[in-house]
């Protein structure tokens, strides 16, 4: 595969492959995800024409088709605006078309068996379905020309989203780290230093290949400190062709991530992570930080790691209390876009919800609209956790935000189901305390705090003014001794 470029971040996503792949039906779905404008090529020959492909192929013959397919991709790819674009199978013929999607385009090749595309386009009518023989045939020439300008495959709508955010989930992904980890420059492994005791070896054994040289960080939240930073800055040796590499958990991420938004302003970084929550969120989408003494977060980075790896299988070492956090997200992301996710196999949960994040962070990079919907729960937990002193789980803290905002949005059953999956206890805190941190939230902006609420699971409204009185009762059902 060509493989030149990364993620659709900022350019188009093109969706390549044969007749019968379903590239209409899924980049519609697609385009919808990422909030993109979705154009179909042939729909839009047939509109700029004013005939229908038959009618174009029997004027013109194949050729006058393809002049007239070439023209309307070339305007089509030179928009600015970032849109879903579902090639033709024969668009990709034009080297002009291949010059242009390497240009402007991340390109997804949309795998089928020929078997499965002739049964979906056979007796369609379509000029070059017409005999079984000659569309395997004709399948077997396209396929090497589909592969040469493809930057990754899929074959559904995560599949599209994963490798359009450049996220790869796979079962035993942190053995071909190697091939996985983009460009061949020296590489720096920024490892958790628990971690590194547990997959570090097989880590440093898949990156063989590769000049490494290794950096532990202290395990889990402590490695997002400025000294930490500082110490990586200083053992830092490689050029602008290097990139680093970071195995752990969201704190690992999140620092390793920072540094390299800032060393040397800016080098390529890989997110390798290792729990269920950098896995279904924080490895994703480009935002990286430290914390300062009593702030979390609070100096960070928009940095978007040039591939995420995600290997489900790294998770059965992990302690059940940081699965349970892992869990939280989980429902959270089920709750948001309207499916039960919680209730399948951990993989799969990992692909499900790793995909759901990609598309909301591609949707929104800078985080100035969709991607608040990603706070579900969170202004509650963060107050939570801000009046616990911080020794609260945050999977604890978000179960229970999850209720506050599943009943401020009068979703009582999803409430229940909540209480059931995650079954969160009430928190000793003092509720004044809460309610103060919870006012301080960046997101309590121009006095009544502005919560994400859910009109039905997989409909999420964000920026919700909600009456001071009622986040406050909300609030105050979380803590104990409190109902
Ligand atoms: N950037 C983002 O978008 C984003 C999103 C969510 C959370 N975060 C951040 O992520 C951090 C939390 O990350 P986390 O929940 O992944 O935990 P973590 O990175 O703090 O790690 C938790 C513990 O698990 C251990 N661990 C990690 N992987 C393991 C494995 N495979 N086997 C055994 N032990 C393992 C670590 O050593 C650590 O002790 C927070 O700082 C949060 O702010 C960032
Ligand atoms: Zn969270």
């Known amino acids: 595969m060509a493989s030149t470029h990364l993620s659709a971040l900022g350019r188009h996503l093109a969706l390549a492959g044969f007749m019968g792949s379903g590239k209409s039906r899924l980049g519609a779905d697609v385009a919808s995800r990422l909030e993109r404008p979705f ?3 042939d729909r839009e020959i047939e509109a700029r024409t004013g005939s229908t492909i038959a009618e174009l192929f029997a004027e013109g013959g194949e050729s006058g088709f393809r002049k007239a397919e070439e023209d309307v991709a070339l305007d ?25 999607l390497a240009a402007r385009a991340f390109t997804v090749l949309i795998d089928v068996e020929p078997e499965t595309a002739w049964q979906r386009v056979s007796g369609s009518g379509r000029p070059l379905a017409q005999e079984e023989g000659a569309f395997h045939a004709l399948h077997r020439d396209r396929q090497p020309v589909y592969e040469a300008v493809a930057d990754a495959q899929a074959r559904d709508v995560d599949g599209i989203l994963l490798a359009a955010a450049g996220v790869y989930v796979e079962l035993g ?10 460009g061949d420059g020296a590489l ?19 990156l063989g290949a590769r000049d490494v040289a290794t950096h532990e960080v202290p395990a889990g939240e402590a490695a997002k400190a400025g000294a930490v930073l500082e110490r990586l800055w200083n053992a830092l040796r490689i050029g602008r062709d290097g990139a680093i590499v970071a195995l752990g958990g969201g704190s690992t991420t999140d620092v390793a991530g920072f540094a390299a938004a800032t060393y040397m302003r800016g080098v390529p970084w890989t997110a390798v992570p290792t729990t269920l929550v950098g896995q279904v969120d924080a490895g994703i989408g480009g935002k990286t930080a430290i914390d ?4 979390k977060n609070v100096v960070g980075a928009f940095h978007w790691p040039a591939r995420v790896v995600c290997d489900p299988a790294l998770l059965t070492t992990l302690p059940e209390a940081e699965r349970r956090n892992g869990l939280a997200e989980v429902v959270k992301t089920g709750l948001l876009a ?16 790793a995909a759901f994040k990609s598309a909301v962070c591609l949707a929104d990079p800078h985080d100035r609209g969709p991607r608040a919907q990603l706070n579900l729960g969170h202004t509650f937990a963060h107050a939570l956790e801000a009046a616990a002193g911080y020794a609260l789980p ?24 909540v209480d059931e999956v995650l079954s969160p206890e009430p928190v000793a805190v003092d509720a004044e305390a809460a309610w103060a941190a919870l006012a301080r939230d960046k997101k309590a902006e121009g006095g009544a705090p502005r919560l994400v609420l859910l009109d039905a699971p997989g409909k999420p409204r964000w920026g919700v003014a909600v009456p001071e009185a009622d986040v406050r009762k909300a609030l105050g059902e979380l803590i104990a001794g409190r109902q």
């Open 173 to 182: 992904a942190l053995d071909d780290l190697e091939s996985l980890v983009p």
């Open 188 to 206: 720096e492994l920024v490892v958790d230093e628990r971690v590194a005791g547990i997959h570090g070896v097989r880590a440093q054994v898949a």
């Open 292 to 295: 300062l003494p009593g702030a």
């Open 76 to 100: 089509v790819l030179r928009r600015q605006e970032p849109a879903v674009v579902a090639l033709g199978g024969g668009a990709v013929l034009s080297e002009q078309t291949r010059g242009v």
């Open 338 to 353: 309207g499916d039960r996710v919680w209730e399948r196999p951990e993989p799969e949960q990992v692909r499900a919800c």
């Open 394 to 417: 945050h999977g604890r803290a978000v179960a229970l935000g999850l209720l506050a905002a599943l009943r401020l949005s009068g979703l009582a059953d999803e409430a229940r189901l």
């Open 39 to 41: 154009v179909d090529l």
